[in-house]
């Protein structure tokens, strides 16, 4: 693969891009980062982007939808807390539980934590009403409090993403620079466009490129197809390979608390500004 017309013949259509809307009159931009292709990095982009967003002075809240419970794990909570996304999702007299991260003079940082018991729990949505909306009834109660909701996802297309899907205003989708992942795109388009029946005002926020590693040319390759043909919709900022990242996530720490990270940190700050302009 050497030029970006290898893949003119097999890759799948760019996403139908909807125009975009204003969320002046809504309390709080509600954020899912999607991806049904797994390790393409939605849990460090959810926890690095909301601790840059909390960084740059707004209230800022993350939720843990996967069932792996790394966001959770990435942000120090053990899950000791009595109660996970799981209950609130469940019985809908229980209020969502809220841990704080941590707080600044005037901004904070929260989280909704998830356990394991989240993929019986998504089994025993299938026979509830309303089951779709669970997620987006729950954050409504709270949507006032901040100014930013990101709603970290699980890699399928299960109740637990399509209530994800329905409580957002804004898809960020993040994706590796391989062929596949073009692939993986695809997917997250028709199923975007299945939630739109019932989410109307859904609406793609970009894709970033995470794992990047400009030295390999099959990814500088698949990097120039995405900007060539899904345009403005791929963010500048390209998150690259760092160690820290992954250093940070064992440490239960976000990136701008982790000593030596700087440069991953910068990164995430340069994304947190684009993703401010777009909003």
Request: glycine fraction near 6%; avoid cysteine.
């Amino acid at each position: 693969m050497t030029s970006t017309s290898t893949y003119n013949t097999q890759a799948p259509a760019p996403p139908r891009v909807l125009p975009p809307r204003s969320f002046l009159h809504m309390s709080a931009r509600i954020i899912s980062i999607a991806n049904q292709k797994g390790g393409v990095g939605k849990t460090a982009t959810t926890t690095n982007l909301g601790a840059s967003l909390s960084e740059m002075g707004h209230r800022v809240l993350v939720v843990d939808m996967d069932p792996q419970g790394n966001l959770s794990s990435s942000l120090h909570s053990s899950n000791g807390t009595r109660s996970t996304v799981a209950d609130a999702l469940l019985d809908r007299k229980l209020p969502l539980p809220i841990v704080p991260v941590y707080e600044r003079d005037n901004s904070g940082f929260d989280l909704v934590p998830t356990s394991v018991a989240l993929a019986s729990a998504e089994a025993a949505l299938a026979n509830k009403l309303g089951r779709e909306f669970r997620l987006r009834d729950q954050l409504n109660t709270v949507a006032d409090r901040y100014e930013f909701i990101l709603i970290d996802t699980p890699p399928s297309l299960g109740l637990l993403t399509i209530n994800s899907l329905v409580a957002a205003q804004l898809v960020l989708i993040p994706t590796e620079a391989r062929y596949f992942s073009l692939q993986g795109l695809q997917m997250l388009q028709e199923s975007i466009d299945e939630i739109l029946y019932i989410n109307p005002n859904l609406r793609i926020l970009g894709i970033v490129l995470s794992k990047f590693d400009r030295r390999l040319r099959e990814e500088q390759t698949v990097a120039a197809y995405l900007r060539e043909n899904w345009g403005d919709l791929v963010f500048e900022t390209s998150v690259g390979t760092n160690s820290k990242i992954l250093e940070a996530a064992s440490a239960g720490v976000p990136l701008v608390e982790l000593s030596g990270a700087q440069r991953a940190v910068e990164t995430y700050r340069s994304l947190a500004r684009e993703v401010l302009t777009r909003v």
